[in-house]
């Protein structure tokens, strides 16, 4: 029998309805909500079938066996914890939450209902990470010691600029933002999560743009072009442009590792760069989608060398984010159906977040360390056991 889903929020990341809607072959969306009128018109048409409402109630009341929340990253706490509560399990657009108390009650929620969350972390299931992590668990570089990501956000201006992600009351910032899926990526390649972070960053391009506008009802589709080129040549710019378009923070891992992770948003190409560093060697990738190469040394060269092995990172079947999409869907239906572990973990997401709110934090200030507040070691385990509680004797 088909899982009966309904869909919190049908704007960009609406695209998962593809994966998620397959009448007779385990799950249909039944249920979408949305406070637009053009994402309701969006979701009729797409889904005739389907309940469209401006009410979270009428939908949590409509039978459906779980919900994706998939709003704007300042609603993801109030609504998951809503749904959490009537015990419906939740799927929970990344980032968890944009702020960290919030991060942590959706965790407390989820445990105290005993309602399975699950939260969108898809970079997990990206071919190119898979490989990186595979090469890694196998000791192809023996202990991890560094990891350093560059973020070239090619379609910055288009992407988080012209709409609410511009607005820090809304995302926080785009450290945190566009950052959780890295930071989550630097954690889940290190097997370890970040203990102190310091950070620095500016508004160096797109607050010098005067020309703004609201954007009611239209879509980043409706104006994304990469002939808007260069940013400073942008128009129609959010009213409200308070994030940061260049940023950079140094991390401290568990065990002594050390991490970096650089985001530009005016860059002219869209990719991201992993160089990974342990005992024994390293890998870098050059490019991140299939076809790409990923490259280890693990001998001793006099100077710069080609790599001692190549890896090509897989070609998968064509789905959104290089394929991840099906996947995190895939797991996430599974995961409502029958439980167990996962490969994205709400754990990590908090940490993901924590680390990228704290971040903020240290560039938004003077740029000084700051500790991550650890996580209740009792909730923390509760989710690695898979979201089960310890059976009495």
Known sequence: ????????????????????????????????????????QDASALLPDALVTD??????????????????????????????????PVFCEKPLAIDLADADAMLETARRTGTRLYIGHNMRHMPLITLMRDLIQAGRIGEVKAVWVRHFVGHGGDFYFKDWHADRRRTNGLLLQKGAHDIDIIHWLAGAYTEQVAAMGALSVYGDIDDRRERTNERMRDWFSVDNWPPTSLTGLNP?????????????????????????????DYWRNYTVIGTEGRIENFGDVAGSEVKLWNRRHAGAADADEVFIVP??????????????????????RDGGLTETSPVAAREAVAAGILATVSLRGDGSSISIPPLDPDLAAYFERGQVEVALV
Request: with cysteine; aromatic share 4%.
């Open 240 to 268: 409200v442009i308070d994030v940061e378009d260049i940023s950079m923070v140094n991390m401290r891992l568990e065990g002594g590792i050390l991490a970096s992770y650089q985001q530009c948003h005016f860059t002219p």
């Open 55 to 88: 009410s979270l109630d009428e939908l949590l009341a409509s039978g459906v066996d779980a919900v994706m929340v998939l709003t704007p990253d300042d609603t993801h706490a109030a609504l998951s914890i809503r749904a959490l509560e009537v015990g419906v």
């Open 1 to 40: 029998m088909d899982l009966k889903i309904g869909i919190i929020g049908f704007g960009a990341r609406s695209t998962l309805q593809e994966e998620v809607h397959r009448p007779g072959k385990g799950s249909r969306i039944t249920a979408v909500c949305d406070l637009a009128d053009r994402a309701r």
């Open 315 to 336: 070609a998968v079947p064509d789905a959104g984010h290089d394929g991840a999409d099906a996947l995190l869907v895939a797991e996430f239906l599974r995961f409502v």
